[in-house]
């Protein structure tokens, strides 16, 4: 399958002294979203109201993660009235705070999120001054008691010839569909992965159009018992919960996660090699650059001067950041950086962290050729023109790939611009 084409970075052909100094920005793979996410507009339920059920509103349905497609190459949406059933006439038709007062930890509600406004369309929706299609995603997953519903709304999109497409890397997408997939999907997988309180263990309500959860205070349910179950029998009043130290002032337990890791094209001393290393479960020959999790208090420079010594023993000098690409498996910032060795610093050592098979130095010229005929993803094929046995390396939509070709192509040049 064709490798897809980048996105374009924001304002390509405009000139600055930033362009003329530092070159053109780089746009990699799930990034470049078509989408204005007007986030403070998440909210304002009056907005959500009218977004929900315009005729240009798109909805990106999720089942499992995986997204409704027509094909690997190309996303399918439903409209209001596809999810109507399922939805309600309008889950924004109370303010948060209401919401919130009746909040009913028995009653499992369809995650669904406000991803934003497509503003090239141009007889979208208009609320003061912002104008375009509203998109949303929706999980459609059947469980609980909402799945009759949801099997409802499958069994119409299979009528007509969708379906949900597995995988773990959705990469055949063209760049701005792939740039909505990856937001829908990671702030899916948020949601999915943090029904209770990570401080009180008690159940939490999807506010703020999908992005934030809170822990209410109160529960309409009269019993514990599981989040969706087919029973909810309402008190008269609601019951308080235990105290909470994500209802006091603003806390990161209540907003998505984002994990930020480095990954690292690193050149050698005389600028005439970089750093390739390769994990048992790849297919044999595939090797890729470096990469690590920023652990706390640690700067995106030291991260990289410690992932890189941990795993192969090499000891790094200057370390540039490059670019960066949102990875939605499930919510990393992969922050990529160029570095290069200290004199003397370039022996592989590979017996502090057992994670890498093999690590080895590798001259840029085999390196050029293994980008113009070795990529592609794990354990599908190269392109015309490889010799089995040669240097097999990621696919262009992966960052590591951005790295390799900026290093091969002169970053470390006097004269060179990103």
């Known amino acids: 399958m064709p490798q897809p084409e980048l996105p374009e970075p924001a304002y390509p052909d405009i000139d600055s002294m930033l362009t003329r100094k530092f070159g053109r920005e780089v746009a990699n793979y799930f990034s470049g979203s078509p989408l204005n996410r007007v986030s403070f507009l998440r ?8 977004a929900l059920r315009h005729p240009t509103t798109s909805f990106l349905l999720f089942n499992n993660l995986n997204p409704l497609a027509k094909d690997p190459t190309k996303l399918a949406y439903a409209s209001y009235q596809d999810v109507r059933a399922l939805i309600g006439d309008d889950p924004y038709g109370k303010s948060e705070k209401e919401l919130i007062a009746e909040y009913n930890s028995t009653r499992l509600i369809p995650q669904l999120i406000f991803l934003g406004l497509d503003e090239k369309h141009k007889q979208g929706l208009e609320w003061n001054v912002y104008n375009g299609a509203p998109y949303f995603a929706l999980d459609v997953t059947p469980r609980g008691s909402i799945e009759e519903a949801v099997k409802g709304v499958i069994k119409e999109m299979e009528s007509r010839g969708l379906s949900f497409v597995e995988g773990r890397m959705h990469m055949s997408l063209p760049a701005p569909e792939a740039a909505i997939y990856a937001q829908a999907r990671a702030l899916l997988d948020w949601n999915a992965r943090n029904p209770f309180c990570g401080q009180c263990g008690q159940p939490t309500f999807s506010i703020n159009a999908g992005t934030k959860r809170t822990c209410p205070p109160t529960d309409m349910a009269s019993l514990p018992t599981t989040i969706g179950s ?9 019951s308080e919960r235990p105290p909470c130290a994500t209802r006091k002032g603003i806390s990161n337990l209540s907003f998505p996660r984002t994990d ?67 990875w939605p498996y499930p919510a990393n910032l992969m922050i990529g950086a160029i570095a290069q060795t200290i004199a003397g610093g370039e022996e592989i050592v590979l017996k502090h962290d057992p994670e890498l098979e093999d690590a ?24 015309e023109g490889y010799k089995e046995g040669n240097l097999r390396l990621p696919p262009r939509t992966a960052i590591a790939n951005q790295l390799l070709h900026a290093v091969v192509g002169g970053f470390l040049g006097g004269e060179h611009k990103m």
């Open 260 to 326: 930020p890791t480095v990954i690292m094209a690193v050149v050698s001393h005389d600028a005439q090699r970089v750093l390739l290393g390769r994990q048992k479960r790849w297919p044999p020959f595939w090797y890729s650059t470096l990469a690590g999790f920023v652990e706390p208090a640690e700067s995106v420079e030291e991260a990289v001067r410690r992932e890189v010594w941990e795993e192969s023993g090499v000891t790094l000098g200057r370390v540039v950041i490059h670019s960066t690409q949102p």
């Open 360 to 383: 080895k130095w590798v001259n840029f010229d085999e390196v050029s050729e293994a980008l113009k005929v070795g990529t592609s993803g794990l354990g599908e094929p190269a392109a």
């Open 230 to 238: 087919a029973t909810s029998a309402l008190p008269s009043n609601p």
């Open 43 to 50: 909210t304002d339920h009056t907005f959500l109201s009218a």
